[in-house]
């Protein structure tokens, strides 16, 4: 009985369970047939609308057709139906051009009462897929560009009723509810992304060493990019977008100076530069604007605004305040992100140098034309409209002094050297104002303030802009009238002088005082470049920019001031622009300090501080204070030399001491012998000697001369032999017969022989000169070498600074050839050789590629 009902119940749940199986497939059959007819029937609607569309062909047809074909393209619309939806585009262009035909115009029929609303939804999205497939086009490509007029025909009528024939003669009033309609058009564009696409297709057309876009398409563009702004009474939100879509793209202003003028014509007609100048002044904004802008594009912003300047100069002289705080603020912004060297964080980047943001590469074939508009800001317009109150100062002037004469080796010439001093110094109480620090100027002042910002714009420039360095250099530098007049305007600075005022500006972090100091380095950089580009007739004869008096002038202040820095203990904490400015002064002060050393325009002791007690700098050194070893290793030149070379002796007398050179009552040093042979002396000296370690060679060195024979010479050596054989072996070693050492024309100079390699260890044979000379220094042995100064230059490392001067060492090796060269500057030329004699044959170098075809021009020599 149990089992029987068990089997019933069983055989129930089965059958319910197949039932609704069964349902549930039938159900899903269904479900799939519904959605396999809902796919067939919107497939065959899709062929039907396409075959409508196509049989539509380009035969002239009414705005509410071309309305309904549109519709039925947007719905079925996708990648594959370009060529159909650019068939719509010159439907609907062509139906706009049609004449006296008010039906047949696709915008009549925003002014149905029932389209109007569906008819601005279409236009959006026609608008919109014109701007989608514009970002995917490139204009260096033909098809490619073909279809960018296309769309930007689209997108300028459809954006401005200008050309609209329906507002001709009656339709006049119906101007302002249709510009209403193109205002709400624009508005829908810019949500979408409107300026990003327009960037876009900048971008591919301009960011290359030639456009691809023509003067036509490069109206349209700028055209669309500026009527939103228009529209909208040039509110803040749109001058935002325009300035990071459309002038951070590089060297737009430049294209558009080049290809359209017209363009031009309209940015001076609404006054956007100005408008821009102020928008950035707010601090905010031109922190948004650097915020969204990496490096390389703020660097085009930078550039468009500058060239924008270099146009607009009456109102750069207007707005010359905001202008400079503007660039200052994005140059600072971008000069956080410059690294001097190399790391895993930083990228290489054309004009900055070592970058830690990101680099758009694909921008660096137009960085070329981005450095030209940089080039504006340190162009002569511009510099005159920024220093104009610096500029506009009279100077009193007076004939140029006499040059001093170029040094000689004869004494006759020492006393009318002195007398020449003497003369000059005598007249220089009334040569211009500027050789005193007479003072005078508020610093608080809005002329004082506004040329301090303006420096430090410059000064700002330099340090971010690493790798056109010197280019700013001699921009700032090529009026000669600039740096002797800034010069004055230091000089007048505070109450007591601009000397005693900069060195109360280092004990103090106002920013008055980082300003003031600013102004300090743009004067020492430029004036250092300009020096080191000036060639000796320039400086002691022309007198260019600066004379003779203002150069002692000059030297005295940076002396005074680079000794105050270091004496006073501010070098030894100095960091950031403290110790950038101690470079750029000392750095000045060198230069002038080598100038003079060639060729003397300072009186005697000029250099010395007469408030500097030896003794107390030899206490100081003994007991390792560091301003004295500081003062010692950038200014040793404030030393009397008699001091210096006490001071070296004692150091070596330490030494001695330390190394256990000196005998005493307890322990006798060590000495070397060597046995010389009379006849080779050299050859027998250089085998001795030069394997010796470097401690024995300061140590004590017995020599004991033989003949020939083999014989000893009489004789005890107590340092007389060995100094004996010293100055022998640095005779024979210079004598210019050996080929190791030649020297120069005229004074008769010694330099490096050029074709000493004929000696197979001529390297070894330097070193072993080297090490005598040395040993010559350490033992106080006086010999007659004298070096030419070009190479002495090399032996201090000099070259490697960069601002160091080939040219200006070239008379200390042939003062006919300098002649020759400098010569080139103001002849006229049409052939110039470079020959190279090397004993044996001439060689003729081109100094640049190709160079043998080329006529010599003022451009390029």
Same mark, same amino acid.
């Given at each position: 009985?149990?089992?029987?009902?068990?089997?019933?119940?069983?055989?129930?749940?089965?059958?319910?369970?197949?039932?609704?199986?069964?349902?549930?497939?039938?159900?899903?059959?269904?479900?799939?047939?519904?959605?396999?007819?809902?796919?067939?029937?919107?497939?065959?609607?899709?062929?039907?609308?396409?075959?409508?569309?196509?049989?539509?062909?380009?035969?002239?047809?009414?705005?509410?057709?071309?309305?309904?074909?549109?519709?039925?393209?947007?719905?079925?619309?996708?990648?594959?139906?370009?060529?159909?939806?650019?068939?719509? /585009?010159?439907?609907?262009?062509?139906?706009?051009?049609?004449?006296?035909?008010? $039906?047949?115009?696709?915008?009549?029929?925003?002014?149905?009462?029932?389209?109007?609303?569906?008819?601005?939804?279409?236009?959006?999205?026609?608008?919109?897929?014109?701007?989608?497939?514009?970002?995917?086009?490139?204009?260096?490509?033909?098809?490619?560009?073909?279809?960018?007029?296309?769309?930007?025909?689209?997108?300028?009528?459809?954006?401005?009723?200008?050309?609209?024939?329906?507002?001709?003669?009656?339709?006049?009033?119906?101007?302002?509810?249709?510009?209403?309609?193109?205002?709400?058009?624009?508005?829908?564009?810019?949500?979408?992304?409107?300026?990003?696409?327009?960037?876009?297709?900048?971008?591919?057309?301009? @960011?290359?060493?030639?456009?691809?876009?023509? +003067?036509?398409?490069?109206?349209?563009?700028?055209?669309?990019?500026?009527?939103?702004?228009?529209?909208?009474?040039?509110?803040?939100?749109?001058?935002?977008?325009?300035?990071?879509?459309?002038?951070?793209?590089?060297?737009?202003?430049?294209?558009?100076?080049?290809?359209?003028?017209? /363009?031009?014509?309209?940015?001076?007609?609404?006054?956007?530069?100005?408008?821009?100048?102020?928008?950035?002044?707010?601090?905010?904004?031109?922190?948004?604007?650097?915020?969204?802008?990496?490096?390389?594009?703020?660097? /085009?912003?930078?550039?468009?605004?500058?060239?924008?300047?270099?146009?607009?100069?009456?109102?750069?002289?207007?707005?010359?305040?905001?202008?400079?705080?503007?660039? &200052?603020?994005?140059?600072?912004?971008?000069?956080?992100?410059?690294?001097?060297?190399? #790391?895993?964080?930083?990228?290489?980047?054309?004009?900055?140098?070592?970058?830690?943001?990101?680099?758009?590469?694909?921008?660096?074939?137009?960085?070329?034309?981005? &450095?030209?508009?940089?080039?504006? *800001?340190?162009?002569?317009?511009?510099?005159?409209?920024?220093?104009?109150?610096?500029?506009?100062?009279?100077?009193?002037?007076?004939?140029?002094?006499?040059?001093?004469?170029?040094? #000689?080796?004869?004494?006759?010439?020492?006393?009318?050297?002195?007398?020449?001093?003497?003369?000059?110094?005598?007249?220089?109480?009334?040569?211009?104002?500027?050789?005193?620090?007479?003072?005078? $100027?508020?610093?608080?002042? @809005?002329?004082?303030?506004?040329?301090?910002?303006?420096?430090?714009?410059?000064?700002?420039?330099?340090?971010?802009?690493?790798?056109?360095?010197?280019?700013?250099?001699?921009?700032?530098?090529?009026?000669?009238?600039?740096?002797? +007049?800034?010069?004055?305007?230091?000089?007048?600075?505070?109450?007591?002088?601009?000397?005693?005022?900069?060195?109360?500006?280092?004990?103090?972090?106002?920013?008055?005082?980082?300003?003031?100091?600013?102004?300090?380095?743009?004067?020492?950089?430029?004036?250092?470049?300009?020096?080191?580009?000036?060639?000796?007739?320039?400086?002691?004869?022309?007198?260019?920019?600066?004379?003779?008096?203002?150069?002692?002038?000059?030297?005295?202040?940076?002396?005074?001031?680079?000794?105050?820095?270091?004496?006073?203990?501010?070098?030894?904490?100095? +960091?950031?622009?403290?110790?950038?400015?101690?470079?750029?002064?000392?750095?000045?002060?060198? =230069?002038?300090?080598?100038?003079?050393?060639?060729?003397?325009?300072?009186?005697?002791?000029?250099?010395?501080?007469?408030?500097?007690?030896?003794?107390?700098?030899?206490?100081?050194?003994?007991?390792?204070?560091?301003? @004295?070893?500081?003062?010692?290793?950038?200014?040793?030149?404030?030393? !009397?030399?008699?001091?210096?070379?006490?001071?070296?002796?004692?150091?070596?007398?330490?030494?001695?001491?330390?190394?256990?050179?000196?005998?005493?009552?307890?322990?006798?040093?060590?000495?070397?012998?060597?046995?010389?042979?009379?006849?080779?002396?050299?050859?027998?000296?250089?085998?001795?000697?030069?394997?010796?370690?470097?401690?024995?060679?300061?140590?004590?060195?017995?020599?004991?001369? =033989?003949?020939?024979?083999?014989?000893?010479?009489?004789?005890?050596?107590?340092?007389?032999?060995?100094?004996?054989?010293?100055?022998?072996?640095?005779?024979?070693?210079?004598?210019?017969?050996?080929?190791?050492?030649?020297?120069?024309?005229?004074?008769?100079?010694?330099? !490096?022989?050029?074709?000493?390699?004929?000696?197979?260890?001529?390297?070894?044979?330097?070193?072993?000169?080297?090490?005598?000379?040395?040993?010559?220094?350490?033992?106080?042995?006086?010999?007659?070498?004298?070096?030419?100064?070009?190479?002495?230059?090399?032996?201090?490392?000099?070259?490697?600074?960069?601002?160091? #001067?080939?040219?200006?060492?070239?008379?200390?090796?042939?003062?006919?050839?300098?002649?020759?060269?400098?010569?080139?500057?103001?002849?006229?030329?049409?052939?110039?050789?470079?020959?190279?004699?090397?004993?044996? *044959?001439?060689?003729?170098?081109?100094?640049?590629?190709?160079?043998?075809?080329?006529?010599?021009?003022?451009?390029?020599?």
């Amino acid at each position: 009985m149990f089992t029987a009902s068990q089997t019933s119940k069983t055989q129930f749940l089965d059958k319910a369970r197949i039932a609704r199986e069964e349902r549930k497939g039938s159900k899903e059959k269904e479900k799939a047939a519904t959605q396999i007819q809902a796919l067939v029937r919107r497939f065959l609607c899709r062929c039907r609308l396409q075959r409508e569309i196509s049989d539509a062909g380009s035969t002239k047809r009414n705005a509410l057709s071309i309305f309904k074909i549109a519709r039925k393209l947007l719905f079925i619309l996708s990648k594959e139906d370009k060529l159909r939806f650019e068939k719509l /585009c010159r439907i609907i262009l062509s139906s706009m051009d049609v004449e006296n035909e008010p $039906k047949v115009w696709y915008v009549s029929l925003a002014l149905s009462k029932d389209l109007t609303i569906p008819w601005l939804k279409q236009i959006k999205d026609v608008l919109w897929v014109s701007c989608e497939f514009l970002k995917k086009l490139k204009p260096d490509i033909l098809q490619d560009n073909k279809l960018v007029t296309l769309y930007l025909s689209m997108l300028i009528t459809f954006t401005d009723t200008s050309t609209w024939k329906i507002i001709r003669g009656k339709g006049e009033a119906l101007k302002p509810a249709l510009n209403r309609i193109c205002e709400n058009i624009m508005g829908h564009l810019n949500q979408k992304g409107f300026y990003s696409v327009l960037q876009i297709l900048l971008t591919n057309g301009l @960011a290359r060493s030639r456009p691809s876009l023509s +003067k036509g398409t490069l109206t349209a563009i700028f055209t669309l990019s500026l009527r939103p702004v228009i529209a909208a009474h040039f509110s803040d939100n749109l001058l935002r977008s325009f300035l990071l879509h459309i002038m951070s793209v590089p060297a737009f202003i430049s294209h558009l100076n080049t290809l359209t003028p017209d /363009c031009m014509v309209t940015i001076q007609t609404h006054d956007l530069f100005r408008k821009f100048v102020l928008f950035l002044s707010r601090e905010e904004q031109c922190l948004d604007i650097c915020v969204c802008l990496e490096g390389s594009h703020t660097l /085009c912003l930078l550039g468009n605004l500058i060239q924008l300047g270099y146009f607009n100069v009456k109102v750069l002289e207007q707005e010359a305040g905001h202008f400079v705080k503007d660039l &200052t603020d994005m140059l600072s912004y971008s000069q956080r992100y410059v690294f001097q060297k190399k #790391s895993n964080l930083t990228h290489w980047h054309p004009v900055l140098g070592w970058f830690s943001q990101t680099v758009d590469y694909g921008l660096n074939e137009s960085m070329p034309l981005v &450095t030209k508009q940089l080039q504006c *800001l340190w162009g002569v317009p511009v510099i005159c409209t920024l220093f104009c109150d610096v500029l506009s100062k009279k100077l009193e002037t007076q004939d140029p002094t006499p040059p001093p004469p170029a040094p #000689s080796s004869s004494l006759q010439n020492n006393l009318p050297v002195k007398n020449l001093f003497k003369r000059a110094f005598q007249k220089s109480a009334s040569v211009r104002n500027i050789l005193k620090p007479v003072g005078g $100027k508020r610093v608080d002042s @809005a002329e004082v303030q506004k040329v301090c910002s303006i420096c430090v714009l410059y000064q700002t420039a330099l340090t971010t802009l690493t790798q056109i360095r010197l280019q700013i250099l001699t921009g700032l530098t090529y009026l000669d009238e600039l740096l002797p +007049k800034l010069w004055a305007f230091i000089c007048e600075l505070g109450p007591q002088g601009g000397l005693r005022l900069f060195l109360e500006c280092l004990n103090n972090d106002t920013e008055e005082s980082k300003q003031l100091l600013a102004m300090l380095m743009l004067f020492c950089d430029c004036s250092r470049h300009l020096i080191t580009i000036l060639d000796d007739i320039e400086v002691y004869e022309e007198q260019i920019s600066f004379k003779m008096e203002e150069l002692v002038t000059i030297s005295s202040f940076l002396n005074t001031f680079i000794y105050k820095m270091i004496w006073d203990g501010i070098l030894e904490n100095a +960091k950031g622009e403290k110790l950038d400015l101690f470079h750029s002064v000392h750095g000045w002060l060198m =230069v002038l300090y080598e100038r003079d050393c060639r060729r003397r325009f300072t009186p005697e002791e000029h250099w010395l501080r007469k408030d500097l007690k030896p003794s107390l700098l030899f206490q100081e050194l003994e007991k390792g204070k560091k301003r @004295a070893q500081l003062l010692l290793q950038y200014i040793p030149h404030v030393i !009397p030399h008699k001091n210096r070379v006490l001071l070296f002796r004692n150091i070596v007398t330490k030494e001695k001491e330390t190394l256990g050179l000196v005998e005493t009552s307890s322990a006798s040093p060590h000495v070397t012998h060597i046995t010389i042979r009379r006849s080779r002396m050299l050859e027998d000296g250089y085998d001795q000697l030069r394997r010796l370690p470097v401690n024995s060679i300061k140590g004590v060195i017995r020599v004991k001369f =033989v003949n020939d024979l083999g014989m000893d010479e009489a004789g005890i050596d107590q340092d007389g032999v060995f100094k004996e054989f010293l100055e022998e072996i640095i005779k024979k070693v210079f004598n210019p017969a050996l080929n190791l050492f030649k020297t120069t024309s005229g004074n008769e100079r010694l330099y !490096p022989s050029p074709t000493s390699s004929i000696h197979e260890n001529h390297l070894q044979l330097f070193e072993f000169v080297g090490k005598m000379l040395g040993k010559a220094m350490y033992e106080g042995i006086v010999v007659d070498v004298p070096f030419a100064s070009f190479f002495l230059s090399q032996v201090l490392g000099h070259h490697h600074s960069t601002f160091y #001067s080939s040219i200006d060492e070239l008379p200390s090796l042939d003062s006919e050839f300098y002649k020759n060269l400098t010569s080139i500057k103001v002849s006229s030329l049409e052939r110039f050789e470079l020959l190279c004699y090397n004993q044996f *044959l001439f060689v003729c170098h081109e100094l640049i590629p190709g160079g043998k075809t080329m006529p010599v021009t003022n451009e390029n020599k």
